[in-house]
């Protein structure tokens, strides 16, 4: 299989979707990987580092689409890598699909067959290539939150974990998966006053559990999220419908309850973000303010420490770029449903029912979608 690796051109994205490592493994199970000149230099990792584990560098993005086969990247195709796009193109990335209907037009017209990262499941139903990042998006969560609070960036002027005699900011975590659980580690950390927020009451009793009874549990209402935003601080969205647009947990009526100058970090965001009042943002700048509420609303969050999130994402990723590079896309899918869920575009379809769903569109089975791929 040739398997190519681009250089991602997101705004403020550094990270790369294959590392030295991973070039090893491929090269030494035949595999041809052809690396764009630069492409891990955001990382700490020069083309050198991959040459000398087998790859090939490309001069540009165009020579590593002409050549390859198997495209890894990390986050979802910008405009001009949609028009490059082919037929003959598995592309494996993050999609987040669901808000972005342009995307989904652009990626079911190159015919390509794009699995997403996000909503691949494991046998437990879980999203093994969506958590790492999670976890990273959930620790900077709780930073970013911290840092924006402080007066000269136009927060409240509260210092997240108080001092003795002054009580703690109160922090609330709206969604307790993978980076609600990753803002409440950081936020305890910090001593903050935290409560999680989940509609899940298994998962509650989870918490409850892995924070040891130093943050609180809640039920997720909007009854129940409007009584704590009075006297919030920090407020965190952290919601997933697994594929699906996120649920709007906050309204812009709501803004009204809460303190001027308190933050909210919607990290949520990449599926269309759970606050009404969201809207994308970058590293380079990160927040806007609505009705005195600062909002920080970053798509690709872990892709401002990209030396950690690089190595986490391979980590988990690569064994599935493995399968993909040893069996082809037809029958490693065929063989493992939990990788199939990763199908989100084929044969100029939509194989995802909630992105389907989402955006109006006709939902064609997974397997249906790959047969017609075979048929060409
Ligand atoms: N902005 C970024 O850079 C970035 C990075 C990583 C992840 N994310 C996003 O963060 C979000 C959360 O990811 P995750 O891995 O933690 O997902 P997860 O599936 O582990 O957790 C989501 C949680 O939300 C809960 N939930 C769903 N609807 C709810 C509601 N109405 N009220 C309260 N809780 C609700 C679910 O029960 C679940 O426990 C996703 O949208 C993901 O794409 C963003």
Redesign the pocket.
């Known amino acids: 299989m040739k398997v190519g690796v681009p250089t991602e051109i997101k705004t403020d994205e550094y990270r790369v979707a294959l590392t030295p490592a991973g070039v090893r493994e491929l090269v030494d199970r035949g595999h041809d990987v052809v690396v764009e000149s630069g492409a891990g230099e955001g990382s700490g990792l020069p083309d050198e580092t991959y040459v000398a584990q087998g790859a090939r560098i490309a001069p540009d993005a165009d020579a590593v689409f002409a050549e390859a086969e198997l495209i890894v990247k990390v986050k979802e195709p910008q405009a001009v890598e949609v028009g490059r796009l082919e037929p003959r193109h598995t592309l494996f990335t993050y999609l ?1 699909l669901a808000p972005d209907p342009e995307l989904t037009h652009g990626l079911m017209e190159s015919g390509a067959t794009c699995i997403a990262y ?1 909503t691949v499941e494991d046998d437990r139903g ?2 093994p290539l ?2 790492p ?2 976890e ?3 620790k ?1 969560a709780t930073q970013a939150g911290a840092f924006i609070l402080e007066k000269p960036l136009g927060g409240r002027g509260i210092l997240l974990g108080g001092v003795p005699g002054v009580p703690a900011a109160k922090v609330k975590i ?8 990753n803002a409440a580690f950081i936020a305890i950390g910090m001593e903050a006053d935290v409560t999680v ?4 009451i298994d ?1 509650l009793r989870e918490l409850d559990v892995a924070l040891g009874g130093r943050a609180d549990t809640c039920f ?1 209402t909007t009854l129940t ?1 409007e009584e704590h935003l009075a006297e919030a601080d920090l407020v965190i969205g ?5 594929g699906a647009r ?2 709007r ?1 906050v309204t812009r009526d709501q803004l009204s309850l809460m303190k001027r100058h308190a933050v909210l970090v ?6 269309g973000g ?1 606050f009404e009042t969201s809207r994308p943002t970058t590293h380079s700048d990160p927040t806007y303010q609505v009705d005195g509420i600062t909002h920080y ?7 401002a420490v990209p030396v950690t999130s690089t190595y986490a994402l391979t980590n988990a990723t690569m064994p599935y770029v493995l399968r993909l590079a040893a069996d082809g896309v037809q029958r490693t899918l065929q063989g493992e449903p939990g990788f199939m869920h990763g199908l989100n575009v084929a044969a100029g379809q939509v194989t995802y029912e909630p992105i389907a769903r989402d955006q109006g569109l006709e939902f064609v089975p997974p397997r249906e979608a790959l047969a017609a791929v075979a048929a060409r």
Do not use: K, W, Y
């Open positions: 987040h996000e879980r999203l969506l958590a990042m999670s990273v998006a959930g900077i709206i969604g307790g998966g993978v980076v609600g659980m927020f989940d509609r899940n998962r997720s999220i952290a919601v997933l419908v697994h996120a649920p947990v919607d990290v949520s965001i990449d599926q759970c609303c970053v798509t690709n969050m872990p892709g």
